[in-house]
């Protein structure tokens, strides 16, 4: 994990923002992406999950997704992909995430994969 993302993620814990539990899960889905995809460039998915954990506990909604926006993110190559992925992780996970985070959840992991096959 790049320093500055854990910090960050620190910050959070330390503000109670961020349990134990949530903390662990996002080194290692982290972990997950150095080692099966070698990306060590994965802030975006973090802080977005971090914020999504804390929604689900406080049960507050994330803005839904444009329909357009889904599609175009559902219809890439990669996306069974980025699914697979996450069905992998999410069990790890110490919230239940709605569709509506999914999808953004979904969004990130598609663009890891995408930069990594570019990189």
């Known amino acids: 994990m790049k320093e500055t993302t854990e910090e960050k993620l620190k910050v959070l814990h330390r503000l109670g923002k961020l ?3 949530s903390f662990d899960f996002l080194t290692d889905v982290d972990d997950y992406f150095l080692k099966n995809y070698y990306s060590n460039d994965n802030e975006m998915l973090l802080i977005h999950l971090s ?4 929604r689900m ?3 507050k909604k994330v ?25 992998d992780l999410k069990s790890k ?3 239940e995430f709605t569709e509506g985070e999914t999808k953004y959840i979904l969004l990130h992991v598609l663009n890891i994969l995408r930069r990594n096959q570019n990189d």
């Open 93 to 95: 996970s110490p919230v």
């Open 57 to 59: 506990f406080e049960n």
């Open 19 to 21: 349990d134990q539990d």
């Open 63 to 87: 803005d839904e997704m444009p329909d357009e926006l889904w599609q175009q993110v559902s219809g890439k190559p990669e996306y069974k992909v980025a699914r697979s992925v996450w069905n």
């Open 51 to 54: 914020v999504a954990i804390n």
